[in-house]
């Protein structure tokens, strides 16, 4: 057996709908029952979903309170009014500052743009931030990517004579600001036809109010804004990424050109991966490390040499953000280890004085991925008395509604279900771990803190070709609400498995099933190679992709998670290092069963010995529970039904045969019955017989061993054929007539030998055909019925 790593969430798309819609599209069944899947059911849906780069985008006066906005963004530029456009220092808000700038620059306005500090001035608007705004002649804020909580300093704005409009998409809160007018899609009441927009999203929708035309020149941005806040590809924000990557690879701003020879980025090779793991990390880092301007700037410049000294300082704080982000988050495993260990949080909350709070997202991220707990990672400031923390969660946890049962003790937080920001007293933190950890008690089972992978569809290997591998293409971008879809071949044989990699770290294989075959590849799966049994049935999880390799084209399964589903067979006959597999396996499931006392050392087994199983007795054999573990069988059973009895009666996960020897038997056949003849014949012409002086010489007479010798004169004293005395054999006159099988020796040792036979010098076939008969033909889905 192999455990898989995640829970997999099987879905099963109708099949008469898919049917249906392949014939209709002239598409592969597979690639229909993906759509079908994804809720494209009709042939129309299908053509928006397959050609998002000619699909139009929604009239943005469907938000509401957008004519408003717009009839007071044009009275402000008429008027010549100072605006200042309030953005955001991640990436989402960075890109939102630059469209709604860039926007209102081109309408004609005198603008600029302000983001505050993260460390300084924390999230969102500020009361201080919009006093300066007033003293400097602003008349008009702007808000973008924010602004949605802003109750309080809305309404100073408001005292301070300035109209504030609210362009945000975060989770609106049970009291609205009493802004001018809020353009957010969540807002209550609104009918718009997408929901899911990211900041910079709504700032484009603003953008093409104002502008008119659709602002295609603009969408480059939006796509990285869009993708980098990780909101559902799906709707409208699939046009946008689509459209906008569309833009990335023909940009002409001179910063991101910059940017992409920074990083050797190919422009036309930019897809949504090169935005989410390459650009974003690093419009993130200028924000997370200190001020994001630079980051609007390398957006808006027009300057060579500024491009390139932007483009370096962003790489080069993106390093510093790496390594940082690596320290602190080893130091906060660190501590849930030793002080909040996941046995007993559901929820992980962890604090301390120093962590920079322009990281702590991105190491909640990676405590999820280690301990997969909802988790909060707050950094306090000791002299105001405050923490400012990042949450992370996983799927079942909404973290938004939860920290809203905690607004007494948070005065300022917001975020989605997924993710969310905050500010308390450093005296809460312990009331806010008790408070989540027991609203975690309520609404989580154990199985919730196992992930989960969502598989597209069941198929069969000859599914996977290279037709269904291009058609996937047209499912891109992907990302959150499209992920890559996953397939799932079940009890699939495994025709080759090889580890590869400069470290032998990833694994390649070659599925098989029907005649049918299909490449795999699993990076970082190289263990897999020791864990899987030359026949095992795998059942393998993966992304379909296209490998084209000196000009080749094939499909290719990228392994994503592998399972067995029943008892697998390791023979580690003769292997010599026998602690080093031990060593291997884990603790937790490891049985170590030996049959002779003399083995434990023999095969060194002091470092596992209050480990070792000694079972002498069929009893004690029976009475083992083997279930789910990896029975390691040291040495060989003195019979057959011992080896029956251990394990007939519970059904283990693995099997290692090693089956230790010390030396191999002094013969391994029986002497036949004219051996047994020649040598009596011997006896009676000799009349006596020395066997201690003259045994020896007997056996290399004939070609035998010496312990041959011996075992034949043992089963004719057991036979009262002769007498021995002092080394000397005589015969018995006249003995009783007997078979060799009454010889108690004669039949110990016919008994070993088939044993041996059986399971020391079989092959692997016949070793695991006569194991699994002993424990039947049970299967672990069998098991759990």
């Keep these: 057996m192999l455990t898989a790593k995640t829970r997999w969430d099987v879905k099963h798309p109708d099949e008469h709908i898919a049917k249906h819609l392949a014939e209709q599209l002239h598409i592969d069944p597979l690639i229909a029952k993906l759509l079908v899947h994804r809720g494209v059911c009709t042939a129309k849906e299908a053509a928006a ?13 469907l938000l509401d309170g957008m004519e408003r906005a717009i ?20 990436a989402d808000g960075v890109c939102s500052t630059t469209v709604m700038v860039s926007a209102l620059k081109e309408a004609g306005a005198v603008v600029d743009f302000y983001i505050p500090n993260r460390f300084t001035e924390g999230y969102g608007p500020n009361e201080a931030a919009f006093r300066r705004a007033k003293e400097q002649g602003v008349s008009l804020i702007v808000t973008v990517d924010n602004g949605i909580t802003a109750v309080k300093e809305v309404a100073l704005a408001n005292e301070l004579g300035m109209d504030i409009i609210v362009t945000d998409h975060h989770e609106p809160g049970p009291v609205l600001p009493e802004a001018y007018e809020i353009i957010h899609p969540k807002k209550p009441g609104s009918t718009y036809p997408f929901r899911e927009l990211a900041g910079v999203g709504v700032a484009f929708k603003v953008a093409h109010a104002l502008l008119g035309d659709v602002p295609r020149h603009l969408l480059d941005v939006v796509a990285i804004g869009t993708i980098a806040d990780l909101v559902p590809l799906t709707g409208e924000n699939r046009l946008l990424a689509a459209q906008g990557l569309e833009e990335l690879r023909r940009t002409k701003r001179i910063g991101l050109r910059a940017l992409w020879q920074q990083c050797k980025i190919e422009a036309k090779e930019i897809n949504e991966q090169t935005v989410g793991f390459v650009i974003a990390p690093r419009m993130n880092a200028v924000g997370r490390l200190g001020g994001a301007d630079p980051a609007v700037r390398l957006l808006m410049t027009e300057g060579e040499a500024e491009a390139k000294r932007l483009a370096k300082e962003m790489d080069d704080l993106n390093r510093e953000r790496q390594q940082l982000v690596a320290e602190i988050a080893e130091e906060a495993a660190q501590i849930v280890r030793e002080q909040f260990p996941p046995a007993r949080h559901k929820v992980i909350v962890v604090a301390k004085e120093g962590w920079n709070p322009g990281v702590i997202g991105i190491v909640a991220s990676r405590l999820v991925e280690q301990f997969y707990r909802p988790t909060i990672v707050l950094s306090i400031d000791a002299e105001k008395g405050i923490a400012k923390g990042s949450a992370r969660s996983i799927h079942g946890f909404d973290l938004f509604a939860s920290l809203s049962t905690c607004r007494d003790i948070l005065p300022h937080f917001g975020g989605h279900p997924m993710a969310a920001g905050m500010t308390l007293s450093i005296d809460h933190i312990d009331e806010l771990r008790q408070r989540l950890n027991a609203l975690a008690d309520e609404t989580l089972s154990d199985d919730d803190f196992t992930p989960i992978t969502v598989v597209d569809a069941v198929c069969s290997v000859s599914d996977l070709t290279l037709s269904a591998a291009e058609q996937l293409e047209q499912f891109a971008p992907f990302g959150v609400g499209n992920a890559k879809p996953l397939f799932l071949i079940e009890n699939v044989s495994v025709e080759m498995m090889r580890r590869i990699g400069a470290d032998q770290s990833h694994l390649k294989a070659v599925f098989a099933e029907n005649g049918a075959t299909v490449d795999g590849i699993g990076f970082g799966f190289g263990h897999l190679y020791d864990e899987i049994a030359p026949d095992a049935k795998v059942s393998v999880v993966g992304e379909l992709a296209v490998n084209e390799w000196n000009g080749l084209r094939k499909p290719q399964l990228v392994i994503y998670d592998v399972a067995v589903s029943e008892c697998q067979l390791f023979d580690v006959r003769g292997q010599r290092d026998i602690r080093s597999l031990i060593a291997s396996l884990p603790k937790e499931k490891r049985l170590l069963i030996m049959f002779r006392k003399e083995t434990e050392q023999l095969a060194d087994m002091a470092l596992f010995k209050d480990e070792l199983h000694y079972i002498h007795s069929g009893e004690e054999a029976a009475a083992l529970c083997l279930d789910g573990r990896y029975v390691v069988l040291l040495d060989l ?41 020649w040598f009596y014949a011997f006896l009676r012409k000799q009349g006596v017989f020395h066997i201690a002086k003259h045994g020896g010489q007997l056996a290399r007479a004939r070609g035998w061993t010496e312990e041959t010798v011996h075992f034949m004169a043992k089963v004719f004293l057991e036979l009262e054929f002769i007498t021995e005395r002092n080394g000397v054999i005589s015969l018995i006159p006249q003995p009783a007539k007997r078979d060799l099988n009454e010889s108690p020796t004669y039949r110990l040792k016919q008994a070993q030998l088939e044993l041996e036979n059986l399971l020391l010098y079989s092959t692997y076939e016949q070793l695991k055909r006569c194991l699994f008969e002993m424990k039947g033909s049970q299967t672990y889905e069998e098991a759990n019925v």
């Design 71 to 90: 009839a007071r963004i044009n009275r402000a530029i008429r008027q010549g009014e100072s605006i200042l456009v309030y953005g955001d220092y991640d």
């Design 49 to 61: 979903f397959l050609h998002p780069l000619k699909q139009p985008f929604h009239d943005p006066f």
């Design 637 to 677: 059973p003195p019979s057959l039904q011992i080896l029956k009895m251990l394990l007939r009666s519970s059904l283990p996960a693995r099997i290692y045969a090693v089956f230790y020897q010390r030396e191999i038997h002094f013969f391994r056949t029986l002497p036949t019955r004219d051996h047994f003849k």
